[in-house]
Each structure stands twice: as structure tokens, then as C-alpha cells.
């Protein structure tokens, strides 16, 4: 059974920093890029970041563009969202996802995931 596990959620004041993980069991994410998604209470569903499977190319939503740093190591199945400077918008459910191949246009939609994890609660107070 293919699995994602987030972890790492919890709660933060503003300005402070969080580390969230995922790791990926049940098969080889090999050529797959994996991405992070979030969705705050009354809100649709929003990327956030995609990372290759080289980890060359990443690709962040502005709302998180120089604040947020996301890396993998591919001999654990593992990919690493660090979130620094967290602001309460940051608030939300954070979901990773799995689909094989690169494409920014397929995960901005978020629409198609072959995996998704279950998510990790993100609170960040004001």
C-alpha cells in the first residue's frame, strides 16, 4: 500500500519557523515530483511548492516565495518543507502529494495527484 505521512504541523507564533515532513512508503517515488499543498478553514484547496526528482527545479507559490525552502533526499523518500517567518495566513492543513513528473502547470492545478498524504495541521498565532 503506497502511503504519504506529513509531519512536523503544530502550533507557531508569527515569526516563527516550522519544519514539516513527508515520507513515502509501498513503492519507488523514482521520477516522481512531490509537491505541498495547503487548505485553510473556508478556503479552496492551494499549492504551495513542487520539487523534481533531481531536486534541480522547484517552483514556489509567491505567497511563500523566500520564506519557505522545500528539499527531498531520495534514498529515504523523504521530502522537507521548511517554513520560516510564518505569518497567520500560513494557517491551514498542509497536504504533500506525489504525481510522476515535473510539470508546475499540473501542480499549480493540484488536479490529477497520483498520491496524497493526509495532512498536517499548521496554526500560527498572531
Known amino acids: 500500500q503506497v502511503q504519504l505521512v506529513e509531519s512536523g504541523g503544530g502550533l507557531v507564533q508569527a515569526g516563527g519557523s516550522l519544519r514539516l515532513s513527508c515520507a513515502g512508503s509501498?513503492?519507488?517515488?523514482?521520477?516522481?515530483?512531490m509537491g505541498w499543498f495547503r487548505q485553510a478553514p473556508g478556503k479552496e484547496h492551494e499549492f504551495v511548492v513542487v520539487?523534481?526528482?533531481?531536486?534541480?527545479?522547484?517552483y514556489y507559490a509567491d505567497s511563500v516565495k523566500g520564506r519557505f525552502t522545500i528539499s527531498r533526499d531520495n534514498a529515504k523518500n523523504t521530502v522537507v518543507l521548511q517554513m520560516n517567518s510564518l505569518k497567520p495566513e500560513d494557517t491551514a492543513v498542509y497536504y504533500c502529494?506525489?504525481?510522476?513528473?515535473?510539470?508546475?502547470?499540473?501542480?499549480?492545478?493540484?488536479?490529477?495527484?497520483?498520491?496524497w498524504g493526509k495532512g498536517t495541521l499548521v496554526t500560527v498565532s498572531s
Open positions: 509501498g513503492r519507488t517515488f523514482s521520477g516522481y515530483a
Open positions: 502529494a506525489a504525481n510522476l513528473g515535473y510539470s508546475t502547470s499540473v501542480f499549480r492545478t493540484g488536479r490529477n495527484m497520483e498520491y
Open positions: 520539487i523534481s526528482w533531481s531536486g534541480g527545479n522547484t
